[in-house]
């Protein structure tokens, strides 16, 4: 079990700070374009690892009911483009996934920290998920991600639950 001290100077009901991402498709957005939309921005550690594919997969499988509930999905991590291509590919991921290798993103929503894994102390990111409402404000923030039910952690009752 990983353990991390978290001290997010970001609270529910800040703004959500801007970014720019390029999709998959290699079309270029900021989180300000998606501005009247709910937007799950979760931050995990790393590709391909089990607590990350677990919670990466948990919204993949509800991806359609959070759809249906108002919400756009971006995973962040500081992997390179290659490694989410791979990542997203292996597991068939619907939602863009930012490659953050300068952390300027993970940084200005201040999820990088001290983390104690195995007796090793070391700094990384700390999974941590914001729901950001239609206006751009932080409606819920997420220390504390259970990975394989993530999606209902977020959304308690989605519409038409697990995606067939």
């Known amino acids: ?27 270029t957005s900021s989180l300000k374009d998606l501005r009247g939309k709910k ?40 992997d390179d483009e290659k490694s989410h291509t791979k990542f997203s590919k292996k597991f068939k991921l619907p939602f863009p996934l930012i490659p953050d290798r300068e952390k300027k993103v993970i ?21 941590t998920t914001f729901v950001i409402d239609e206006k751009g404000k932080i409606e819920k923030i997420f220390h504390k991600v259970d990975t394989e039910n993530h999606a209902e952690q977020i959304c308690p009752d989605p519409k038409g639950r697990k995606d067939k």
């Open 39 to 78: 937007v799950i921005l979760y931050f995990y550690p790393k590709d391909d690892t089990p607590g990350c594919t677990a919670e990466s997969c948990n919204l993949r499988d509800h991806y359609n009911s959070l759809k249906k509930n108002g919400y756009e999905v971006i995973g962040v991590s500081k």
């Open 107 to 127: 940084k200005d929503y201040d999820v990088w920290g001290k983390k104690t894994f195995m007796g090793r102390t070391f700094d990384g990111v700390i999974r």
């Open 1 to 27: 079990m990983v353990k991390s001290t978290h001290s997010t100077k970001l609270k529910e009901g800040d703004k959500a700070p801007d970014f720019s991402f390029t999709d998959a498709k290699g079309a």
